[in-house]
């Protein structure tokens, strides 16, 4: 992170529809310069939450600012979104949809000319610069959409599911633009259900369930919060480990994984563990086994839900 200021700062946001409560009394900092993951399950709220940030709607209460100050529409001009459903006019060739875009966004036509030649041939798409986006496959017409979100270089990115209908290769190279994106000090907030990508991009997340904030933090803080004192353990060709029933038990063997997993007993002394597998074997490899950001989704929605219904 870039600067300590929080460039995102909503507090105790309050939205209705209809008698339905869409989101209650939601916080979220954002630290600027900061790649930050909204996440949640479908109908938890995050939407909501990205469109009152994009000044779409307004909440029924609590605050939103933008930079220190209340947000204003002035402030669009300065926020890059790309939503959950595309729209494109599939009528205009590519490099003039996303010249007219970006001029609306405020850019001088030289500006927007040049940024998106660069910018489509980045992405391997120069040489649809003059066809008409219906031409175009759902992937790329989703690249185009991502250059338009970006060419203006707004100081904030609002994604919401970015790799959605993208092949891991195609994944990868937005992925790499958005960790470019954030190197170079934009701030970025995305809601994403690839929680594999929340892992290798996000600096910081929130996790919204049922309208309210229920989990916030740092990605690796989180991840140490919900470890569950699991550990693989390797050692030499043809050992075979068998549990040491004082110290640790041996868990079930993960799908791909290598090695041996094991939990230590509650209250068991991690050196302890490791001096006794020395002494009984021939230990190669030693490794704490933190949860998944995936995991830890599952789990806590799952925690909430029941404990909800109780």
């Known amino acids: ?13 309050v ?13 979220l900092s954002v630290p600027q310069g ?31 600012c933008i930079d ?35 001029r609306l966004k405020g850019m001088p036509r030289q500006d ?7 910018w489509l041939e980045r992405l391997g798409i120069g040489q649809w610069a003059g066809k008409k986006v219906e031409t175009l496959s759902k992937g790329m ?22 790799f959605s209908g993208f092949d891991p290769v195609n994944a990868e190279l ?18 994403t259900h690839n929680m594999g990508s929340v892992e290798e991009i996000c600096e910081r997340i929130t996790l919204i369930n049922r309208s309210r904030a229920v989990l916030e933090g740092s990605v690796k803080e989180i991840r140490q919060r919900h470890k569950k004192h699991l550990y693989t353990v390797t050692v030499a060709e043809g050992e075979a480990v068998q549990p040491c029933h004082e110290l640790f038990e041996l868990e079930p063997p993960a799908a791909g994984g290598e090695g041996v997993r094991l939990r230590l007993n509650s209250g068991a002394d991690l050196r302890q563990a490791v001096a006794w597998l020395n002494e009984h074997y021939h ?28």
Do not use: W
């Not at 909204?38 to 209460?61: E, F, M, V």
């Not at 927007?112 to 660069?118: D, F, L, P, T, Y």
């Not at 937005?174 to 809601?191: H, N, Q």
């Open 68 to 102: 220190g100050h209340p947000l204003t529409a002035d402030d669009v001009r300065n926020i890059g979104y790309l939503p959950e459903e595309r729209g494109l006019y599939k009528k205009m060739k590519v490099a003039d949809h996303i010249e007219y875009l970006a």
């Open 283 to 310: 230990l190669t490899g030693f490794s704490e086994l933190l949860p998944s950001m995936n995991e830890i989704f599952i789990d806590t929605v799952n925690q909430l839900n029941n404990t909800t219904q109780q």
């Open 112 to 118: 927007a000319r040049r940024e998106c030649s660069q």
């Open 15 to 27: 939205k209705q529809y209809d008698g339905h409560l869409a989101l209650d009394h939601v916080s």
């Open 141 to 162: 017409q989703q690249k185009v959409q991502f250059i338009a979100t970006v060419i203006h270089r707004p100081c904030l990115l609002i994604f919401d599911e970015p």
């Open 174 to 191: 937005l992925k790499s633009e958005i960790l470019r994106l954030g190197r170079e000090g934009a701030t970025i907030l995305f809601s």
């Open 1 to 13: 992170m870039q600067n300590e200021h929080n460039y995102i700062e909503a507090t105790e946001v």
């Open 34 to 64: 900061c790649i930050y993951g909204l996440l949640g399950p479908n109908g938890a709220g995050k939407t909501t939450l990205i469109r009152i940030l994009n000044a779409i709607t307004r909440p029924d209460s609590g605050t939103v």
